[in-house]
């Protein structure tokens, strides 16, 4: 049962992206799409632009340095062992 829970929005994702516009009705929500389109894939892509992707000059620092400290943090929380380490992560 848990599992049907959390796999039920991922169904609807898969089946709703392989559905033409069209088709994308909250009545059809549970419905296979015939014949699968991947139009939407198209259209997105297409929408990105013809200089997608784009290197930045400079990166992200904003993201770099939480990208760092954040892979710092999971690093001494997975090595590091506390009395309530088994609770608190699992």
Same mark, same amino acid.
């Given at each position: ?10 169904y609807?994702l ?8 069209? /088709? ?12 699968? #389109?991947?139009? !939407?894939? $198209?259209? %997105? ?11 930045? /000059?400079?990166?992200?620092p ?8 954040? #892979?710092?943090? !999971?690093? $001494?929380? %997975? ?12």
């Amino acid at each position: 049962m848990f599992a049907l829970w959390y796999l039920t929005p991922i169904y609807i994702l898969l089946v709703t992206s392989l559905k033409p516009s069209s /088709e994308v009705r909250l009545d059809q929500m549970w419905t296979l799409p015939w014949p699968p #389109s991947l139009d !939407g894939f $198209v259209a %997105a892509w297409n929408a990105l632009g013809p200089n997608f992707p784009q290197q930045p /000059e400079a990166g992200n620092p904003p993201a770099i340095i939480s990208s760092m400290l954040g #892979s710092m943090n !999971g690093y $001494v929380l %997975a090595k590091w062992k506390f009395r309530a380490a088994d609770t608190l992560f699992t």
